[in-house]
């Protein structure tokens, strides 16, 4: 992995709780998983103005699991390594066993960063019922995506 230094158009910082609004509209935006928000988990990338243009987490589940989640940058910024840099400072700070979800077609991505993708006996109990859910959900619906729950560590 490269190291955890953004160009100048935008930084790195930890979230600060006036930064809750907007951590709840890019994830809006994303149309990800809005459950668990809680601001102080999240590193934001912020444009010079100070606008929050990306954010992710890392967040406890009551199993203790952790999970890479809300990984999300605005459509403007997209293409621009920020979602990377975010992952690699949240990889950073978290160095042990983390999960994550994520539909299948970016599993190649999280893969780049020692992922694997799991299977329903490997997973943690909330990960399961999380993927038996989804999928079920998503197969009724017609819907292509598959969820994938992987791991790293």
């Known amino acids: 992995m490269t190291s955890i230094t953004p160009p100048a158009e935008y930084n790195l910082r930890r979230a600060a709780s006036r930064d809750a609004p907007a951590i709840r509209r890019i994830i809006a935006q994303a149309h990800i998983n809005p459950t668990g928000l809680n601001w102080r988990r999240f590193i934001l ?10 954010c992710g987490q890392v967040k406890p589940h009551a199993d203790g699991s952790l999970e890479l989640a809300s990984i999300a940058v605005l459509p403007a910024w997209q293409g621009k390594g920020i979602a990377r840099l975010i992952i690699e400072r949240l ?39 999380l993927s038996r859910i989804v999928n079920l959900l998503n197969r009724l619906g017609h819907q292509p995506d598959i969820l994938l729950v992987m791991r790293r560590g």
């Open 45 to 54: 990338a912020v444009d010079r103005q100070g606008q929050v243009i990306g």
């Open 91 to 129: 990889l950073q700070d978290y160095p042990g066993t983390l999960y994550l979800t994520c539909r299948a077609p970016l599993g190649a991505l999280y893969r780049k960063f020692g992922f694997r993708t799991l299977t329903p006996a490997e997973m943690p109990p909330y990960f399961r019922r």
